[in-house]
């Protein structure tokens, strides 16, 4: 099927938050092999002088609960085409969720019954914007800022449970101050295109 004929992109926000709602679970160490499967997976379908490919999102972050959806970070040079890259992408089988000039997200595992058990999140970005890195980081590196992160969330998964942009937008500050602590912490970390 391709992407103009698959039914998801023909239905409305409200329903796609209903067949999809927001549900957090114990940390999965099947995560990160899933991680590490897809990642091989898609390093072969891209060119691979143009990317690094890193785990984030709190299924990177052993300890916390999440959602069941592992969230890769796709960094590209600034030359690189994202038509190019998203091409290969949804050739590969993702489904693209939303795009403006220098972002593009895609999904895989999204059904029309609900979600598959592996489900990804792939995030396209031009080399540089990746904040995320260094709140992965930050929660790694410190379990009691990590616990913090899970009692939000927790906080917010009722009753947000079918409206992911409020269960975003209500984690945003808290996100925000924990990247800007690490972005000290680590800095220059994330300067070359070494893979984390």
């Given at each position: ?10 239905m ?36 691979s ?78 080399e540089?914007?990746?904040?995320e ?22 906080s917010l ?12 937008a ?27």
């Open positions: 099927m391709n992407q103009e004929e698959n039914p998801l992109l023909k409305s926000l409200q329903e796609l938050w209903q067949l999809f709602p927001i549900n957090l679970t114990q940390h999965n160490p099947l995560w990160k092999e899933w991680y590490e499967e897809e990642r091989s997976f898609l390093l072969k379908q891209l060119p002088n143009e990317v690094r490919l890193s785990h984030i999102g709190s299924t990177a972050v052993e300890g916390i609960q999440a959602k069941p959806i592992v969230d890769m970070l796709l960094e590209v040079k600034k030359d690189s085409s994202f038509q190019k890259l998203k091409e290969l992408i949804l050739q590969s089988g993702y489904l693209c969720m939303n795009e403006t000039n220098d972002r593009i997200s895609f999904n895989k595992g999204y059904t029309i019954n609900g979600f598959a058990e592996r489900v990804f999140h792939l995030h396209l970005r031009y540089g914007d990746n904040d890195l260094y709140f992965r980081d930050e929660l790694q590196a410190h379990p009691s800022v990590a616990k913090d992160y899970e009692t939000l969330k927790l998964w009722k009753p947000f449970e079918h409206d992911r942009d409020a269960y975003t209500h984690k945003t500050e808290f996100v925000k101050q924990y990247t800007l602590i690490a972005k000290e912490e680590f800095k220059g970390r994330y300067e070359n295109n070494r893979p984390y």
